[in-house]
DNA sequence: TTATTAATCTACTAAATCTATAGGGTTTAG
DNA sequence: CTAAACCCTATAGATTTAGTAGATTAATAA
């Protein structure tokens, strides 16, 4: 199941990427719009400022914008920082991996030999999928 | 993430895959050989005869054995008693569809377009791989 | 028939994770 | 100064996951 945290996250993306020009947007905007909870979607919005996605601005007039193109935002960055690994089983994942402390050997097990399949196609979608795709802009 | 359930139940089928014959096999000769907590696996095997997968005998010489060939037992019915839905969200789930509350337009959804890509592609792999595929007989 | 073996079933619990909320702190525009 | 708006930490409630306990039922063998 996807989590809300990513369901949330990337409709707020795709709000800002909708947005005329890089005029930040408050989060009571975008939550009222969505109909996402604001505080849960402030936490979200500063993951996603945190790991490089928005830049904000502070105060009066303030709120969060797109600091890329969104061409430029692949869906694997953003399926990581908010999902965390794309693999289903951490003995697959790139950027996660642990051995399984079950399993003595990778080769001839087969959750290993069917999640790599799932990985890999997944990888493809979010790889050739960016924000632009998503939002039509 | 994939849950233990699923990928104990995986193991579980390919180990009795592997067996000679249909010979009953024991929970505790499964539990040990794949390293899965034996009452965990139990309730696991109970669902997977219930299922229509797996038939059992009890008593002496008793045991679990596989009711369909390896080959004819596709991954997307596997996925789906022991994993549950195949898509990461309700709304674009094909045996168990449900709208999302807070999202007043499906077609216009950036989570909804992107998932529906994510299941067709899951969906093939589980599809075109048995059981057979993943043990090798 | 009796003992043994092994699956069946129900109920429960501990731990982890997810979702959301609370509440103060800090910054900025006017 | 003051109101608007992001920043940050902590925590609570709900849900799910993983595993445990223990009694029951059925089959087999002696």
Redesign the pocket.
């Known amino acids: 199941?996807l989590?809300?945290?990513t369901k949330?996250g990337i409709k707020a993306l795709t709000f800002l990427a909708r947005q005329e020009g890089n005029i930040?947007?408050?989060?009571?905007t975008i939550s009222n719009s969505e109909n996402?909870?604001?505080?849960?979607l402030?936490?979200i919005?500063?993951t996603l400022?945190?790991n490089g996605f928005l830049g904000?601005?502070?105060?009066?007039?303030?709120?969060?914008y797109l600091l890329k193109k969104p061409k430029d935002i692949q869906m694997t960055s953003v399926m990581r920082v908010l999902e965390?690994p794309i693999a289903m089983v951490p003995c697959v994942s790139l950027n996660f991996y642990e051995k399984c402390a079950d399993c003595p050997d990778e080769n001839t097990c087969a959750v290993h030999k069917l999640m790599i399949q799932v990985r890999d196609s997944s990888l493809e979608i979010f790889r050739n999928t960016t924000l632009a795709d998503l939002c039509d802009c």
């Open positions: 199941m989590s809300k945290k949330y930040p947007v408050q989060i009571a996402i909870s604001l505080k849960f402030e936490s919005l500063l400022r945190k904000s601005k502070k105060g009066k007039g303030g709120g969060y965390g």
